[in-house]
């Protein structure tokens, strides 16, 4: 098996780092859980860069995982997050856009995968205008996901992994647990049942008033900062894994 992910910081693995501080994720682990399930090894690249938009993510990324040698046999698409996060947002661009990967892949006989992210809108400021638009875009993935007969993995549909103790401290990226959750709703997907861990009775962390201001002095200033340079968290960042490395079976 060939895996190649691309996407985001979603599929970058952000808020999953290792002690390196190298971003493992929810793809590592789908690649790991194969290996495991298959017992061989599973040749595996990640072209996910945080920050990037739907287009970036279905071009140039795209180009880089159909022109891998030898081509891919598994392909994970996920895009739009950051694209949600624009002022004027355009959800039928997006839908275009994914129409598009999914005619590309089809095309180079490569197996996609589609998923939606995490909805991480209940904690976020204009969280019901993002979860609104995740919303849709979820829906439209699920539609064209049926039409074409492909595996589509809704992780935004998942009640679960919404609870705050899934996610890191910026609230917008899912924490190691929340990206362990994840794998395994690819894994069962994918075929490899019992992989999504059950949930877990646990007290979600308090919200307390000096928490939220240091919350927004932390992560909203310097994200609003971002956008307003026109920078992005992902500029001039590699992909961590663009050619093929082997995830042997234990």
């Known amino acids: 098996m060939r895996y190649v992910a691309i996407g985001d910081s979603f599929t970058e693995g952000v808020g999953d780092e290792g002690p390196d501080g190298v971003p493992r994720g ?25 920050g990037r938009l739907l287009a970036d993510v279905v071009g140039p990324q795209l180009d880089a995982a159909l022109a891998l040698d030898p081509v891919p046999t598994l392909l994970t698409l996920n895009g739009g997050g ?7 947002a355009d959800l039928a661009e997006l839908a275009r856009l994914t129409v598009g990967a999914v005619d590309r892949c089809a095309a180079a006989g490569v197996r996609l995968v589609l998923l939606s992210g995490a909805d991480p ?17 979820s829906a439209g993935v699920r539609s064209l996901a049926a039409g074409r007969e492909l595996t589509f993995v809704d992780v935004f549909a ?3 992994i919404r609870r705050p103790r899934y996610w890191s401290p910026d609230r917008l990226h899912l924490g190691p647990s929340g990206h362990v959750r994840a794998a395994g709703l690819v894994l069962d997907a994918l075929g490899v049942r019992g992989s999504a861990p059950a949930a877990v009775a646990a007290q979600d962390p308090p919200r307390a008033v000096a928490g939220e201001l240091a919350y927004y002095r932390r992560h909203v200033l310097p994200w609003v900062g971002r956008r307003l340079r026109g920078r992005s968290s992902g500029d001039g960042r590699p992909a961590k894994a663009p050619s093929w490395t082997e995830v042997a079976a234990p």
């Open 26 to 50: 929810w793809a590592d682990r789908v690649a790991a859980g194969l290996a495991g399930a298959t017992g061989e090894t599973v040749h595996y690249a990640n072209l996910a860069v945080r």
């Open 82 to 88: 950051n694209d949600m996060l624009r002022p004027h």
């Open 121 to 137: 809108s209940a904690r976020l400021p204009f969280g019901r205008l993002v979860h609104r638009r995740g919303a849709e875009l």
């Open 158 to 160: 998942d009640t679960e």
